[in-house]
């Protein structure tokens, strides 16, 4: 048998050579990133969003217009993004998987590489590793309700996921988002809020943590919300992501609303390197979250040591 | 059994006994009577591990320093021989480790034997070391036997030794062995280096540090290398020193940690003693002692009231003179 | 099974040298033994049991440059340059200085960007059959095993690599090769064999790639005098490891074990640097920098390893791994509990270098006895606070 049957029967318990690799075969991670998995893919900034004062949203598109046809991805995958001569950072791809002209990513200013981006002008060359690790069971989750609850720039993780979810809205139940921030200029995509509003379909609820002047929506942490929401379990899936201390409350109030943990997802982040699951930054015990991940549900995390 | 090992059994026993320290860090024989390695007893019936004999080189007050206590706020008690009392003075002199935390054993001493040494006389495993008088004899696995004096196979730092008892210790295992009465620091070794020519020296300390591999146990090991989890050697922000491994970055990088530690470093040899590629980075300390104490008279550590040269400034410092 | 005379022996590393690099054990001037590329003249040193370092350097190197990259400063772009450096020398900040300049090279310019992957031919000489299985275990990791990702930088040079290795003859009280399905005189990721008889080696050819580079060596055919003195070394070695230990149930300790105590405990003399990683033959974690000067640049990989204190730093502070005891609890469960469960095998081939160059002398072997067994007792000598003031 070669390795290419063999990866394709879904085995994989052999390992590639480069003849392998030059035969065409590929193994169920590596996709189109087969190749060379650390060779970036130059790309152009085409558009830039300022999203709150340290968050900035860059729209970039591959130079090579074969790759960028060939894209395809899950909502809650990632994908490295970097510069050349500074280095490279893990972020969720956060635009829409039917989403062709371009890839979005969510970056808050912070360390070295996040400062560096936030300098980028439209026009500007980036390199893009993507897509990497594995997005959400959306398929699996037809027929079901959707909660949604996040904080912060942990908006920018579910973000393809709720689009997913909006563009195949038929396919599943209850659409709901819990959405909060430190204050309302802390709040992302504020273009998608006006639209989760108005739209019928969905119930939105959008909070900051305290009273700030002009804010006439609600006030309160998101934990706090969420458990004056009380929302049922039955047949329902919640997903989180957010600030740690924020993921810790909201899981302890599913906890406590009688969600399961085959019920409750999250999305970590972790810092990363490789990105491909051999550098050995990001795992928690067994599981590397930038293959194994990063999505998690609450089932999987509660074998994993407390390294979160 | 030595004195001074069965008095620091005595006192680590009492401490835990009457539950002053939470632990106490000592010397206990490695896999075979051949090595000694630190030894961390919590409970005062277990203290008969505890071994002092010319093998105890570690500098024991690398467990003092911050984020390695465990748990954080422990109370400690630990043995030091002269060159590592200097270090824990080094320490205090900058209030890096709390006074009130610590229970220090004093341990007068004669002069720690260089193991590697003795095992480069044998190719086979050297599975025990025994002593008696000044004769060091070594034993390989296959029953090979090598007799050693014992001066010969001191490390250079301690045939150079001014100050072979504790400056600084709440209790001595023992009385004071004799001091020279003439402190003026010998420089052992490093006279030959600075003897060499500028291309010489290049040429060897490019053949020293070729072949570091960068792994950290000089950094990790030393007690006063104080930013150890947040050394500016790995930082990207700011990203100072390279981290390509080569001759020119492994010497940078040896030499940002030397200029850091200056003024605390007495040369203790503990990054020496670490380096499993036996690169000779006493040396680089001990030349910047020498420098230190030709510019301005100053040693590291030997008084709780001095602070380190470069966290003083005097208008008569001599500058760029030297 | 061949034979090469001792007298043969510079022959025949010179022919092999004919063809490409040669890597061997070598005694430096300090008397330090390390992996070294061989010239003619050089003496191979076998005595010494092992290298200091394993020889994985020579097929995942401790800094590798993967990509080039350069940015091209022309007409308007070299203007825009300027402009932005002009802006940013206002910050006070150095770092936020440095790196708001080294964004503005980055961002107006051409970009070329370059993959490198050189590989030359090598043969690694005098390896033990510790050392040559490490790379076995490595080859998973970084060849796609279980439906992962193939590295092309790694699997380069281990291509172009051919190991020849030597059976132990003295093995060391730390060696334990035989717990982990090894063995002195094992052939697991050898090419060839070689085994110190009488007067020089029985050869032994393992693989094909064994089997091409003896090809054309014109060796004589072993005697049955030196193959039976073969034996006799490999049993003799064999008998000289100490008795296995039993590994049944390990990787299952290790997971019920994960927050017990006396991961504190056994952690309480480590000092957190990386030896044990840096001379192991198959700890293989990494990191990622990029190096740059002046618009042109390189993004290297180096080694890395999990005791390093910034190593799962993350950009807010959090640090995942921030306590000792945390990173140390790593190394020894992602090679007998993370690794076995994505690899099916062991991330371990016993060659004992972690204990004999640990400036502490933390003892694997201990590690697993304590931890990879059943702890019935939880340790109570970790206060989990202590008795001191806060």
């Known amino acids: 048998m070669t390795a290419t049957q063999n990866i394709a029967a879904g085995n994989g318990k052999s390992r590639l050579t480069f003849a392998d690799v030059k035969a065409g075969a590929t193994t169920a991670a590596a996709g189109t990133l087969a190749g060379n998995p650390y060779l970036p893919q130059i790309a152009t900034v085409i558009d830039i969003i300022d999203e709150t004062p340290n968050i900035k949203s860059f729209r970039v598109r591959f130079d090579d217009e074969a790759v960028m046809d060939a894209l395809a991805f899950d909502p809650g995958q990632v994908g490295q993004l970097g510069i050349f001569g500074v280095g490279e950072s893990t972020f969720a791809i956060n635009s829409s998987c039917s989403e062709k002209r371009y890839l979005q990513f969510s970056v808050m200013k912070a360390g070295e590489v996040t400062s560096a981006l936030h300098e980028l002008n439209v026009g500007d060359k980036v390199g893009v590793r993507a897509p990497m690790g594995c997005g959400f069971p959306v398929e699996a989750w037809k027929g079901k309700n959707i909660l949604y609850i996040m904080g912060g720039i942990g908006s920018a993780a579910l973000r393809a996921t709720i689009s997913y979810t909006l563009e195949h809205r038929e396919d599943y139940g209850d659409i709901t988002i819990l959405y909060g921030a430190r204050t309302p200029l802390d709040l992302t995509y504020k273009y998608d809020v006006e639209d989760w509003q108005v739209r019928k379909d969905i119930e939105a609820v959008i909070t900051v943590d305290r009273d700030f002047p002009g804010w006439e929506g609600r006030v309160g942490f998101v934990p706090t919300v969420l458990e004056e929401m009380a929302p049922k379990p039955a047949n329902t899936i919640a997903i989180t992501c957010g600030p740690p201390i924020m993921i810790k409350f909201v899981l302890q109030g599913l906890q406590k609303l009688q969600f399961t943990d085959e019920q409750t997802y999250t999305t970590l982040e972790k810092r990363m390197k490789c990105g491909i699951g051999i550098c050995g930054r990001c795992n928690i015990g067994p599981r590397y979250v930038c293959v194994d991940g990063p999505v998690f549900s609450m089932a999987e995390l509660r074998e994993l040591p407390d390294e979160m | 059994m030595s004195d001074r090992q069965a008095k620091i059994r005595e006192l680590a026993g009492a401490a835990l006994a009457e539950d002053r320290v939470d632990y106490f860090i000592g010397w206990k024989q490695g896999i075979n009577s051949s090595e000694a390695i630190p030894a961390f007893v919590r409970n005062a019936d277990e203290v008969d591990q505890l071994v002092w004999n010319p093998l105890s080189h570690h500098n024991l007050t690398a467990f003092l320093k911050r984020k390695m206590p465990d748990p954080p706020n422990a109370r400690i008690g630990v043995c030091v021989k002269g060159c590592d009392s200097r270090t824990l003075v080094a320490l205090l002199q900058e209030d890096l480790v709390d006074k009130e935390r610590i229970y220090v054993v004093g341990v007068p001493c004669d002069g720690i034997i260089d193991r590697r040494r003795v095992e480069k006389e044998f190719a086979d495993e050297v599975v025990s070391i025994s002593f008696s008088g000044d004769t060091v004899t070594a034993t390989t696995r296959c029953g090979d036997s090598k007799d050693f004096a014992k001066g010969d196979i001191t490390f250079d730092h301690c045939n150079t030794c001014r100050y072979p008892n504790p400056f600084y210790a709440d209790d001595m295992a023992a009385d004071p062995v004799p001091e020279p009465e003439d402190r003026t620091p010998m420089w052992g070794t490093i006279e030959e280096f600075e003897a060499l020519s500028p291309a010489e020296k290049d040429a060897k300390l490019a053949d020293a540090f070729e072949t570091c591999i960068r792994c950290f146990a000089c950094i990790h090991a030393c007690p006063v290398c104080v930013c150890w989890d947040q050394c500016v050697n790995r930082s990207r922000r700011p990203a100072l020193v390279g981290q390509r491994v080569d001759t020119k970055e492994n010497l940078m990088f040896q030499m940002v940690h030397m200029f850091h530690v200056a003024g605390r470093c007495p040369s203790c040899g503990a990054c020496d003693r670490a380096c499993p590629v036996e690169i000779p980075l006493y040396l680089l300390h001990r030349k910047m002692n020498k420098e230190l104490y030709d510019m301005l008279g100053f040693e590291p550590g030997v008084s709780l009231d001095e602070k380190p040269a470069f966290q003083t400034f005097k208008l008569d410092d001599p500058f760029g003179e030297h | ?390």
């Not at chain 3, 020398?89 to 936020?96: F, Q």
């Not at chain 3, 790379?135 to 998973?140: G, K, L, S, T």
């Not at chain 3, 690899?343 to 304590?370: A, F, K, N």
């Not at chain 3, 019935?376 to 202590?386: C, F």
Request: proline share 4%; aromatic share 8%; with cysteine.
């Open chain 3, 1 to 390: 099974m061949k034979f090469l005379a001792q007298d043969q022996l510079q022959a025949f590393l010179g022919h092999l040298a004919g063809e490409s690099r040669v890597v061997a054990p070598v005694k430096g001037d300090d008397g330090v033994v390390l992996f070294r590329p061989w010239s003619p003249g050089t003496e191979v040193e076998l005595d010494v049991l092992l290298a200091k370092q394993s020889a994985k350097e020579f097929v995942l190197r401790q800094s590798e440059t993967y990509l080039r990259y350069g940015y091209a400063m022309e007409g308007e772009a070299a203007a825009q340059v300027d402009d932005s450096h002009e802006a940013k020398v206002a910050l006070e900040d150095p770092a936020e200085r440095k790196a708001a300049q080294d964004a503005a090279v980055t961002a107006h310019a051409v970009l070329v960007v370059e993959p490198v992957n050189d590989a030359p031919a090598q043969v690694i000489f005098g390896l033990r059959p510790c050392d040559a299985r490490g790379f076995v275990q490595m080859d998973n990791v970084f060849g796609g095993y279980g439906g992962f990702y193939f590295d092309p930088y790694y699997n380069a040079k281990r291509e172009a690599t051919t190991l020849v290795a030597v059976t132990c003859r003295d093995p060391r009280s730390t060696c334990f090769c035989t717990s982990v399905q090894g063995g002195p005189a094992a052939t697991e990721g050898a090419d060839v064999l070689l085994t110190q008889v009488e007067g020089g080696f029985a050869v032994e050819v393992v693989t094909e790639r064994g089997e091409t580079l003896l090809a054309s060596a014109d060796l004589a055919d072993a005697g049955q005098a030196q193959v039976l003195y073969a034996e006799t070394v490999k049993e003799t070695a064999e008998a000289r490891v100490d008795a296995a230990f039993d590994l049944e149930g390990v990787r299952e300790h290790l997971r019920a074990n994960i927050e017990d105590s006396g991961w504190h405990d056994l952690s309480m003399r480590c000092i957190s640097c990386g030896t044990c990683t840096y001379v192991c033959p198959n700890c293989y974690c990494f990191n990622i920098t990029d190096e740059m000067v002046e618009g042109q640049g390189e993004r290297i990989r180096t080694w890395d390893n999990c005791f390093n204190p910034s190593y799962t730093l993350e950009t807010s502070g959090h640090n995942p791994r921030d306590i000792k005891s945390n990173r140390f609890r790593n190394r020894f469960s992602h090679k007998f509990w993370y690794y076995p469960e994505k690899y099916d095998s062991l991330l371990c081939s016993g060659c004992g270098r972690c204990i004999t160059h640990c400036p502490t002398r933390i003892d694997i072997r201990e590690v697993l006895g304590v931890m990879g067994s059943e702890r019935t007792a939880v340790s109570a000598t970790t206060p989990a606070t202590s008795g001191g003031e806060a």
